[in-house]
């Protein structure tokens, strides 16, 4: 194996074993960490952070100045520099600080010659007072970042139980080919043991034929098998990444890990219906992401009242002679101040009574999306609730068949061996266990990938 990694993630739960393993723990670890799905979601969240600190940018102080002469027919009708400093704040008020410097001779009576400075304020007193187009992208932006981590969790969700429905389906298919290989191998060996029966006159002839057709009959089987473990050994690859965003085939060597009590194992996965449906309610990442977005459009709501209210907008500065602002305490409408009053307001207020339609009804279309989604989750915890139900029962239930037919096949062994029966009951018991066998663990692999779809249903996967 090239990368180093995933050799350690291989044999990390498995230091003093021969053959490397892989554990289901080791795999989603690989999944999480290198595949593209995963990473594209990490960098939905990476730009909603962007988002956000591009929206903080409209709360920034910003600088200017301005600057602006004019010299005609040899007069210096003015020359104007005025630097300021502007900053937004919280509440839509505007604090603002400035230099004015003024010479000339051709001046608006209404400009002040020489050099003046002003503390300045802008105040919304109706529209943008509580909400503007500023806070609201900082809010949507926050909320869509919120959003974005629930995508996220979502993404992961699915990738995860895709990933696990092709761990669970290469185990079974390396699992049934070793039940075959046994198989294969008592085949073997009972064509060897006939034909020495046969030639020291122990057994007709017909049973070489019997035996070697059993023989026949795994080794195609096991060919089938085989060819069944590679694909599942392929499909499982794909979700196998290395840090190079290039893929990484599993080695052949690579064995799933044994697990010797299934219940048990499964013991610390939650399977109590009241329970999942109650963490899916809660945290499910697809109901969660359904409720930032209708928050991020009741702030659209809230910003398009805005617009059925008239605008009216008051400013106020407090003039001072000279490069330095005065910060004394004076009355506000006696001496050196500039105020101004703007009102606007649409007569018939079409565009802000549509506006704020069209954002109420955004949030009802998407309200009803949630309570569909809701339901979707529900009806599908509770058919996985009772799937797995139903696959313990069977498993139980093959368990103890598989358990008689091995026994059949050892009662017809110690018949045959006493001459009572026949190499055809022998094979025809050994391929009846066979199939139990290969049933049992196909029951396994299924319950093993019903219960992370399970878990993927209720959004607790991740």
């Known amino acids: 194996m090239k990368n180093s990694l995933l050799v350690f993630l291989f044999l990390s739960f498995t230091s003093f074993a021969q053959t490397p393993v892989l554990y289901p723990e080791a795999f989603l670890k690989i999944v999480q960490t290198y595949h593209p799905l995963a990473k594209q979601a990490?960098?939905?969240?990476?730009?909603?952070?962007?988002?956000?600190?591009?929206?903080?940018?409209?709360?920034?102080?910003?600088?200017?100045?301005?600057?602006?002469?004019?010299?005609?027919?040899?007069?210096?009708?003015?020359?104007?520099?005025?630097?300021e400093l502007s900053i937004p704040t919280w509440y839509g008020i505007e604090l603002s600080s400035g230099i004015e410097n003024l010479g000339g001779s051709r001046l608006n009576p209404s400009q002040t010659l020489g050099e003046t400075s002003y503390l300045g304020i802008s105040v919304p007193l109706a529209k943008n007072l509580f909400l503007d187009q500023r806070r609201a992208s900082l809010q949507q932006a926050k909320l869509m970042n919120q959003m974005a981590l629930q995508q996220q969790r979502s993404v992961l969700n699915e990738l995860f139980s895709d990933a696990m429905a092709s761990y669970w389906n290469w185990v079974k298919s390396v699992r049934v080919l070793k039940i075959v290989d046994q198989n294969l191998q008592i085949a073997e060996a009972r064509v060897s043991f006939v034909k020495r029966s046969v030639e020291l006159g122990e057994?007709?002839?017909?049973?070489?034929?019997?035996?070697?057709?059993?023989?026949?009959?795994?080794?195609?089987?096991?060919?089938?098998?085989?060819?069944?473990?590679?694909?599942?050994?392929?499909?499982?690859?794909?979700?196998?990444?290395?840090?190079?965003?290039?893929?990484?085939?599993?080695?052949?060597?690579?064995?799933?890990?044994?697990?010797?009590?299934?219940?048990?194992?499964?013991?610390?996965?939650?399977?109590?219906?009241?329970?999942?449906?109650?963490?899916?309610?809660?945290?499910?990442?697809?109901?969660?992401?359904?409720?930032?977005?209708?928050?991020?459009?009741?702030?659209?709501?809230?910003?398009?009242?805005?617009?059925?209210?008239?605008?009216?907008?008051?400013?106020?500065?407090a003039l001072s002679k000279g490069l330095s602002p005065s910060l004394e305490a004076r009355p506000l409408f006696e001496n050196n101040y500039q105020y101004g009053i703007k009102f606007e307001m649409p007569l018939r207020l079409s565009k802000g009574r549509a506006d704020y339609a069209l954002a109420k009804l955004k949030i009802e279309e998407e309200s009803l999306n949630l309570a569909q989604k809701k339901q979707q989750i529900q009806v599908k915890v509770n058919a996985y609730v009772n799937q797995v139900e139903s696959l313990k029962k069977q498993i139980q239930t093959q368990e103890k068949a598989l358990k008689n037919y091995q026994a059949l096949v050892k009662a017809e062994e110690s018949r045959f061996a006493q001459g009572e029966s026949s190499l055809f009951l022998i094979n025809s018991r050994e391929t009846k266990a066979m199939e139990a066998a290969e049933k049992l663990t196909e029951l396994k692999a299924y319950l093993f990938k019903t219960i992370y779809a399970l878990q993927a249903s209720a959004g607790v996967l991740i």
């Open 203 to 317: 057994r007709p002839a017909i049973d070489t034929l019997e035996a070697t057709t059993q023989l026949q009959y795994f080794d195609n089987l096991y060919q089938a098998k085989w060819v069944e473990r590679e694909n599942a050994r392929l499909s499982l690859s794909v979700y196998l990444w290395q840090e190079n965003n290039s893929p990484q085939e599993l080695p052949a060597e690579v064995q799933p890990a044994e697990v010797t009590n299934e219940f048990a194992w499964i013991a610390d996965f939650d399977l109590n219906l009241s329970s999942l449906l109650e963490k899916a309610y809660a945290n499910h990442p697809d109901l969660s992401a359904y409720q930032f977005k209708i928050q991020g459009l009741q702030v659209e709501k809230k910003l398009k009242f805005q617009s059925l209210l008239p605008k009216l907008d008051v400013s106020y500065n």
């Open 42 to 83: 990490s960098i939905g969240v990476q730009k909603s952070e962007a988002q956000i600190l591009q929206a903080r940018g409209g709360f920034d102080p910003i600088l200017s100045h301005y600057s602006t002469q004019k010299t005609f027919d040899g007069k210096n009708y003015y020359e104007y520099h005025a630097p």
